[in-house]
């Protein structure tokens, strides 16, 4: 992809004035789990939306990850209503490149999905992730509960201080809950899955080589 947009954010009198609908076809179904893109999902789901860069590679990290039941691609955390991938690599909608993971925290803990989120991307880049620049390749993270929250905030404190003792600087990632971050708007149809379907596209994950020691974090933290 090696795309090179603004290196600041917008703000919302500068963005793009979006659409009143979504211009195009989202499949109902997963390529590769067969499972539904878009919601209602079974009630004993939990829902998060993680952006590590180019969403092409981060999704394939998260549908080949056990317990995982759906992903998708889009854009969340701007301004721009339903926008276009044409748009928001303009750098003038304000959103980043997001996954939206959908996963049975029965199977998998939401400490081990955010260990997969750690590990796989540098958090220390700001608005860019290796060789893609721009304000939509930042990494984020936009919760759908408080515990996740806590959860989110717990980590972060632990991978900072691993990424510290191994010369890393701190990490930039936006922290918000969905009610923050605004809506998850579906990316076209052609980049769901799309390392599916283009087994030898451009994929630019590449983690720091530095662990995220998480495991602590798999039961939900207690309340006064």
Not at 10 to 35: I, M, N
Not at 91 to 104: I, K, L, P, S, W
Request: charged content about 20%.
């Amino acid at each position: 992809m090696f795309s090179f947009g603004p290196r600041r954010l917008v703000t919302p009198d500068e963005a793009l004035p979006g659409h009143d609908q979504r211009l195009f076809e989202v499949p109902d179904r997963h390529a590769v789990l067969g499972t539904p893109l878009e919601p209602p999902f079974p009630a004993d789901l939990e829902v998060v939306f993680l952006g590590m860069g180019c969403f092409w590679g981060a999704e394939r990290k998260f549908w080949q990850t056990p317990g995982v039941y759906s992903t998708a691609v889009g854009y969340q955390g701007g301004y721009t209503d339903n926008p276009t991938y044409d748009e928001v690599c303009t750098g003038r909608t304000g959103h980043t490149e997001a996954v939206q993971v959908v996963f049975d925290p029965e199977q998998i803990p939401f400490a081990d999905i955010l260990k997969v989120f750690w590990e796989n991307h540098d958090p220390t880049q700001g608005f860019r992730q290796g060789n893609d620049v721009g304000t939509q390749y930042r990494s984020a993270i936009y919760t759908t509960n408080a515990v996740q929250d806590e959860i989110v905030e717990a980590s972060k404190a632990m991978y900072q201080r691993a990424l510290t003792s191994n010369g890393y600087r701190d990490i930039t990632t936006e922290i918000d809950p969905v009610a923050q971050a605004g809506t998850f708007y579906f990316a076209e149809g052609y980049h769901q899955q799309y390392l599916h379907k283009v087994p030898n596209g451009y994929c630019g994950m590449g983690g720091t080589g530095v662990s995220c020691p998480v495991g602590v974090l798999g039961v939900a933290p207690e309340h006064d």
